[in-house]
Protein backbone atom coordinates (compact mmCIF):
# COMPACT_ATOMS: atom_id res chain seq x y z
CA UNK A 1 0.00 0.00 0.00
CA UNK A 2 2.94 2.45 0.18
CA UNK A 3 3.60 1.67 -3.07
CA UNK A 4 3.87 4.56 -6.06
CA UNK A 5 4.00 3.17 -9.47
CA UNK A 6 6.06 5.38 -12.36
CA UNK A 7 5.71 5.18 -16.44
CA UNK A 8 7.57 4.67 -18.60
CA UNK A 9 10.37 3.75 -17.24
CA UNK A 10 12.34 5.46 -20.02
CA UNK A 11 11.15 7.77 -22.61
CA UNK A 12 12.12 9.99 -26.00
CA UNK A 13 11.13 12.95 -26.83
CA UNK A 14 12.31 15.04 -29.89
CA UNK A 15 13.12 18.89 -28.86
CA UNK A 16 10.08 20.91 -28.35
CA UNK A 17 7.84 18.41 -27.54
CA UNK A 18 5.52 17.40 -24.31
CA UNK A 19 6.97 15.03 -22.16
CA UNK A 20 4.70 12.89 -20.07
CA UNK A 21 5.47 10.75 -16.91
CA UNK A 22 2.78 9.43 -14.61
CA UNK A 23 2.22 7.71 -11.38
CA UNK A 24 0.01 5.85 -9.04
CA UNK A 25 -0.43 5.21 -5.63
CA UNK A 26 -2.51 3.39 -3.45
CA UNK A 27 -2.54 5.03 -0.05
CA UNK A 28 -5.36 7.35 0.38
CA UNK A 29 -3.40 9.17 3.55
CA UNK A 30 -0.80 10.74 0.85
CA UNK A 31 -1.65 14.21 0.23
CA UNK A 32 1.72 15.59 -0.76
CA UNK A 33 2.89 14.99 -4.49
CA UNK A 34 6.42 16.36 -5.09
CA UNK A 35 8.49 15.59 -8.49
CA UNK A 36 12.40 15.27 -8.67
CA UNK A 37 14.55 15.75 -10.98
CA UNK A 38 18.18 14.03 -10.91
CA UNK A 39 21.07 13.84 -12.75
CA UNK A 40 23.86 11.44 -12.69
CA UNK A 41 26.15 12.09 -9.55
CA UNK A 42 23.95 14.62 -8.33
CA UNK A 43 20.99 14.31 -5.63
CA UNK A 44 17.37 14.86 -6.56
CA UNK A 45 16.54 18.30 -6.46
CA UNK A 46 12.54 19.51 -6.28
CA UNK A 47 11.04 20.16 -9.56
CA UNK A 48 7.60 21.06 -8.85
CA UNK A 49 5.08 19.61 -6.04
CA UNK A 50 1.25 19.78 -5.74
CA UNK A 51 -1.39 19.21 -2.93
CA UNK A 52 -4.80 16.92 -3.21
CA UNK A 53 -7.07 20.21 -2.98
CA UNK A 54 -6.30 21.40 -6.82
CA UNK A 55 -6.19 19.59 -9.83
CA UNK A 56 -3.11 21.55 -11.40
CA UNK A 57 -0.27 23.26 -10.68
CA UNK A 58 1.65 25.01 -13.37
CA UNK A 59 4.99 26.15 -13.01
CA UNK A 60 6.89 27.62 -15.90
CA UNK A 61 7.21 24.77 -18.39
CA UNK A 62 6.33 22.41 -15.67
CA UNK A 63 2.95 21.27 -14.85
CA UNK A 64 1.71 18.60 -12.46
CA UNK A 65 -1.88 17.32 -13.25
CA UNK A 66 -3.69 15.71 -10.03
CA UNK A 67 -6.83 12.53 -10.32
CA UNK A 68 -7.82 12.22 -6.79
CA UNK A 69 -10.45 9.91 -7.20
CA UNK A 70 -8.07 7.56 -9.95
CA UNK A 71 -5.25 8.04 -7.49
CA UNK A 72 -2.69 9.25 -10.53
CA UNK A 73 -1.27 12.18 -10.85
CA UNK A 74 1.34 13.46 -13.93
CA UNK A 75 4.33 15.36 -15.21
CA UNK A 76 4.24 17.48 -18.12
CA UNK A 77 7.19 19.59 -19.50
CA UNK A 78 6.32 21.30 -22.60
CA UNK A 79 8.35 22.71 -25.12
CA UNK A 80 10.95 19.43 -23.96
CA UNK A 81 14.65 21.03 -24.20
CA UNK A 82 17.87 18.52 -24.54
CA UNK A 83 18.53 20.08 -20.94
CA UNK A 84 15.63 18.68 -19.55
CA UNK A 85 17.31 14.95 -20.31
CA UNK A 86 17.83 13.65 -16.95
CA UNK A 87 16.06 10.70 -14.27
CA UNK A 88 12.26 11.73 -13.21
CA UNK A 89 10.90 10.50 -10.01
CA UNK A 90 7.98 10.94 -8.44
CA UNK A 91 7.25 10.94 -5.03
CA UNK A 92 4.37 10.63 -2.46
CA UNK A 93 4.40 11.88 1.57
CA UNK A 94 1.90 12.49 4.62
CA UNK A 95 1.70 14.60 7.04
CA UNK A 96 0.88 11.55 9.54
CA UNK A 97 4.10 10.02 8.18
CA UNK A 98 6.07 13.18 8.95
CA UNK A 99 6.66 13.52 5.20
CA UNK A 100 8.95 10.94 4.53
CA UNK A 101 8.58 10.47 0.90
CA UNK A 102 7.75 7.24 -1.23
CA UNK A 103 9.60 7.65 -4.53
CA UNK A 104 8.31 5.95 -7.87
CA UNK A 105 11.27 3.66 -9.59
CA UNK A 106 11.77 6.47 -11.90
CA UNK A 107 11.73 7.76 -15.49
CA UNK A 108 15.01 8.40 -17.93
CA UNK A 109 13.83 11.40 -20.25
CA UNK A 110 15.86 11.91 -22.99
CA UNK A 111 15.32 14.84 -25.38
CA UNK A 112 16.94 14.75 -28.75
CA UNK A 113 17.77 18.12 -30.64
CA UNK B 1 22.62 29.83 0.94
CA UNK B 2 24.20 26.89 1.22
CA UNK B 3 22.69 24.00 0.60
CA UNK B 4 22.63 20.34 1.81
CA UNK B 5 26.41 18.80 2.16
CA UNK B 6 27.67 14.86 2.57
CA UNK B 7 30.95 13.83 3.04
CA UNK B 8 32.68 12.13 1.96
CA UNK B 9 31.31 12.13 -1.94
CA UNK B 10 32.68 7.97 -2.31
CA UNK B 11 33.80 6.09 -0.23
CA UNK B 12 35.18 2.34 -0.62
CA UNK B 13 35.33 0.21 1.79
CA UNK B 14 36.09 -3.74 2.36
CA UNK B 15 33.24 -6.01 3.61
CA UNK B 16 33.11 -6.45 7.59
CA UNK B 17 34.59 -2.64 7.88
CA UNK B 18 32.46 -0.02 9.75
CA UNK B 19 31.90 3.42 7.59
CA UNK B 20 30.79 6.52 8.76
CA UNK B 21 28.62 8.97 6.39
CA UNK B 22 28.06 12.96 7.29
CA UNK B 23 25.22 14.76 6.74
CA UNK B 24 25.11 18.94 7.27
CA UNK B 25 21.81 20.04 6.38
CA UNK B 26 20.51 23.76 5.73
CA UNK B 27 20.58 26.01 8.32
CA UNK B 28 17.59 26.34 10.53
CA UNK B 29 16.13 23.40 9.00
CA UNK B 30 14.10 21.18 11.73
CA UNK B 31 13.46 18.02 9.42
CA UNK B 32 16.55 15.58 8.66
CA UNK B 33 15.81 12.54 6.40
CA UNK B 34 18.30 9.45 4.97
CA UNK B 35 17.11 7.86 2.08
CA UNK B 36 19.28 4.58 0.11
CA UNK B 37 19.45 4.31 -3.44
CA UNK B 38 20.32 1.23 -5.55
CA UNK B 39 21.37 1.89 -8.99
CA UNK B 40 18.34 2.74 -11.44
CA UNK B 41 16.05 2.86 -8.45
CA UNK B 42 14.26 5.38 -6.72
CA UNK B 43 15.38 6.54 -3.18
CA UNK B 44 13.99 4.50 -0.64
CA UNK B 45 13.24 6.17 2.79
CA UNK B 46 15.73 4.91 6.11
CA UNK B 47 15.09 7.08 8.81
CA UNK B 48 14.16 10.64 10.11
CA UNK B 49 14.60 13.29 12.72
CA UNK B 50 13.48 16.29 14.20
CA UNK B 51 16.04 18.23 15.55
CA UNK B 52 18.10 15.19 17.75
CA UNK B 53 15.25 13.56 18.11
CA UNK B 54 14.77 10.21 15.41
CA UNK B 55 11.21 10.07 15.40
CA UNK B 56 10.96 7.23 12.44
CA UNK B 57 13.56 4.34 11.85
CA UNK B 58 11.74 2.00 10.01
CA UNK B 59 13.21 2.14 6.73
CA UNK B 60 16.85 1.15 8.59
CA UNK B 61 17.31 -2.32 6.86
CA UNK B 62 19.28 -4.16 9.52
CA UNK B 63 20.45 -3.10 13.26
CA UNK B 64 23.81 -3.10 11.34
CA UNK B 65 22.58 0.69 10.20
CA UNK B 66 22.66 3.39 13.06
CA UNK B 67 22.23 6.68 12.84
CA UNK B 68 22.49 10.25 14.79
CA UNK B 69 21.63 13.71 14.89
CA UNK B 70 23.18 14.95 18.39
CA UNK B 71 22.53 18.67 18.75
CA UNK B 72 20.04 18.86 15.74
CA UNK B 73 22.24 20.27 13.28
CA UNK B 74 24.46 17.47 11.75
CA UNK B 75 24.04 14.14 11.19
CA UNK B 76 25.65 10.62 11.20
CA UNK B 77 24.54 7.34 9.17
CA UNK B 78 26.72 5.11 10.55
CA UNK B 79 26.84 1.19 9.02
CA UNK B 80 28.67 -1.39 11.30
CA UNK B 81 30.19 -4.84 9.57
CA UNK B 82 29.27 -3.26 5.82
CA UNK B 83 28.06 -6.14 3.71
CA UNK B 84 27.93 -6.31 -0.26
CA UNK B 85 24.43 -5.51 -0.24
CA UNK B 86 25.05 -1.91 1.30
CA UNK B 87 26.36 -0.50 -1.56
CA UNK B 88 24.23 2.04 -2.60
CA UNK B 89 24.19 6.19 -2.71
CA UNK B 90 23.04 7.70 0.57
CA UNK B 91 21.17 10.89 0.88
CA UNK B 92 20.09 12.79 3.19
CA UNK B 93 17.53 15.60 2.76
CA UNK B 94 16.38 18.31 5.20
CA UNK B 95 13.34 20.08 5.09
CA UNK B 96 12.04 23.29 6.65
CA UNK B 97 8.21 22.08 6.12
CA UNK B 98 6.95 20.41 3.35
CA UNK B 99 9.51 20.30 0.64
CA UNK B 100 13.10 18.26 1.17
CA UNK B 101 16.11 19.35 -0.58
CA UNK B 102 18.91 16.65 -1.02
CA UNK B 103 22.09 16.65 -0.69
CA UNK B 104 24.00 15.13 -3.40
CA UNK B 105 24.81 11.91 -1.99
CA UNK B 106 27.96 9.44 -0.65
CA UNK B 107 28.50 6.36 -2.87
CA UNK B 108 29.36 3.81 -0.52
CA UNK B 109 31.44 0.63 -2.72
CA UNK B 110 31.61 -2.00 -0.46
CA UNK B 111 34.04 -4.58 -2.04
Known amino acids: QQQVKQSPQSLIVQKGGISIINCAYE??????FPWYQQFPGKGPALLIAIRPDVSEKKEGRFTISFNKSAKQFSLHIMDSQPGDSATYFCAAGAVQGAQKLVFGQGTRLTINP | GAGVSQSPRYKVAKRGQDVALRCDPI?????LFWYQQALGQGPEFLTY????????KSGLPSDRFFAERPEGSVSTLKIQRTQQEDSAVYLC?????????FGPGTRLTVL
Open chain 2, 27 to 31: SGHVS
Open chain 1, 27 to 32: NTAFDY
Open chain 2, 93 to 101: ASSYRDEQF
Open chain 2, 49 to 56: FQNEAQLD
